[in-house]
T-cell receptor, first 115, second 109 residues
Framework: DTAVSQTPKYLVTQMGNDKSIKCEQN?????MYWYKQDSKKFLKIMFS???????INETVPNRFSPKSPDKAHLNLHINSLELGDSAVYFC??????????????FGPGTRLLVL | GQSLEQPSEVTAVEGAIVQINCTYQ??????LSWYQQHDGGAPTFLSY????GLEETGRFSSFLSRSDSYGYLLLQELQMKDSASYFC??????????FGQGTELSVKP
């Protein structure tokens, strides 16, 4: 009954590699987000999609490319990984249609370690 | 620019009341949210204030003063399980949330 799920939960990889993180929500929400949380716990929005359309695109290196195949899925692909990409990446979702976009539901996070 | 200020850490004892303050300076403001995050866990929604005043949900209450760009989260009857990080977040245009740095609350027996 997981509301927002992410895979993988842990990801350890070498610098220069390309990796993807997947997110799925079964809440029927129309808006999904990617956040990055650094080692100091600072949580920063990266991207947001509403009905598969990109609506928020923060100042993020273009090595990061989100993709939303449908409303329930939002994936994040990262090219040429760097040490500074090590962080926890959270997916979240909310509903604009229900008028409750203030409540964002977060996935369990993907802990990425770049060596 | 966008900035939110909240204390980095707060310590209190079980059964006590603690207040976590948040001041913000953002371009555009729709409301102030609070999220709780336990170590190793995901942020979970606690409350949202769009209008001035106090919102109460069980042991937790949240307050907002838009004219002062200030809000707080009040936790009553503290329990050990309340030990966590608490984040204030401002909702700006486009549904974007700008998060504060978080306040680490330690509840002691």
């Amino acid at each position: 009954d997981t509301a927002v799920s992410q895979t993988p939960k842990y990801l350890v990889t070498q610098m220069g590699n390309d990796k993807s993180i997947k997110c799925e929500q079964n809440l029927g929400h129309d808006t999904m987000y990617w956040y990055k949380q650094d080692s100091k716990k600072f949580l920063k929005i990266m991207f947001s999609y509403n009905n598969k359309e990109l609506i928020i695109n923060e100042t993020v290196p273009n090595r990061f490319s989100p993709k939303s195949p449908d409303k329930a899925h939002l994936n994040l692909h990262i090219n040429s990984l760097e040490l500074g990409d090590s962080a926890v990446y959270f997916c979240a979702s909310s509903s604009r249609l229900a008028g409750d976009q203030e409540t964002q539901y977060f996935g369990p996070g993907t802990r990425l370690l770049v060596l | 620019g966008q900035s939110l200020e909240q204390p980095s850490e707060v310590t209190a004892v079980e059964g006590a009341i603690v207040q976590i303050n948040c001041t913000y300076q953002t371009s555009g403001f729709y409301g102030l949210s609070w999220y709780q995050q336990h170590d190793g866990g995901a942020p979970t929604f606690l409350s949202y204030n769009a209008l001035d005043g106090l919102e109460e949900t069980g042991r937790f209450s949240s307050f907002l003063s838009r004219s002062d760009s200030y809000g707080y989260l009040l936790l009553q009857e503290l329990q050990m399980k309340d030990s966590a990080s608490y984040f204030c977040a401002v909702r700006v245009q486009g549904g974007k949330l700008i998060f504060g740095q978080g306040t680490e609350l330690s509840v002691k027996p």
